[in-house]
């Protein structure tokens, strides 16, 4: 399986982002997907996850600013970031809400800096 994550870049506080991850490898439409991301010297953490149904939760941290959606016609799962904060800064992932260890990609880096 690969995932490609795409859409990070430089953002001031306050701004808006919206990531995305396409997948590949395997039957994508019947898994759970998560986003998770990895700052500078802690644990990843899952950040949002959403069902093969739709059904979505996402961390106490993002709640209210962070929504997550999947489209399973482009294989594809986003993150829309709202009302960005310094302390989102971290490298972005996807992968299955179960995360596989042996599938990971390269991430998407996010910076949120005045």
């Known amino acids: 399986a690969q995932f490609v994550e795409s859409g990070g870049g430089l953002m001031q506080p306050g701004e808006s982002l919206r990531l995305s991850c396409t997948a590949s490898?395997?039957?994508?439409?019947?898994?759970?997907m998560g986003w998770y991301r990895q700052a500078p010297g802690k644990q990843r953490e899952l950040v949002a996850g959403i069902t093969r149904d739709d059904g979505t939760m996402v961390a106490d941290s993002v709640k209210g600013r962070f929504m997550i959606s999947r489209d399973n016609a482009k294989n594809s799962v986003y993150l829309q970031m709202n009302s960005l904060k310094p302390e989102d800064t971290a490298v972005y992932y996807c992968n299955l809400w179960s995360a596989r260890d042996d599938w990971w990609g390269q991430g998407t880096q996010v910076t949120v800096s005045s």
């Open positions: 490898g395997f039957t994508f439409s019947i898994h759970g």
